[in-house]
């Protein structure tokens, strides 16, 4: 099993900045693709960003491209998500995820508890 804790919500207005976080724990030493997907109200949950953590290829949804960017931090189990310029429709709930089809099929095995983004016009 692997668990995913999320952090750095919150409210911000529109063209403003977030990170996100997600610390894994469990069994990390299977290095799954780890990456985010958001729900917004009424709508399914859509894949947002990827990377593998060990080779660090990324892969972007057209949405977000140029404006967030996804790192990782091996030794800490960490996966971040910078969002800048970030606009009212990027409000949405955002999960974490991690699994072996992440990038290829973006399909996830493990989900985060989600985190709320709030951007504000």
């Known amino acids: 099993q692997v668990q995913l804790v999320e952090s750095g919500g919150g409210l911000v207005q529109a063209g403003g900045s977030l990170r996100l976080s997600c610390a894994a724990s469990g069994r990390t030493g299977i290095t799954y693709p780890m990456g985010w997907f958001r729900q917004a109200p009424a709508k399914e949950r859509e894949f947002v960003a990827a990377?593998?953590?060990?080779?660090?290829?990324?892969k972007y949804a057209d949405s977000v491209k140029g404006r967030f960017a996804i790192s990782s931090d091996n030794a800490k189990n960490t996966v971040y998500l910078q969002m800048n310029s970030l606009k009212p429709e990027d409000t949405a709930v955002y999960y974490c995820?991690?699994?072996?089809?992440?990038?290829?099929?973006?399909?996830?095995?493990?989900w985060g508890q989600g985190t709320q983004v709030t951007v504000s016009s």
């Open positions: 990377i593998s953590v060990s080779t660090s290829f990324t």
């Open positions: 995820a991690a699994g072996p089809m992440l990038i290829s099929l973006r399909k996830s095995s493990y």
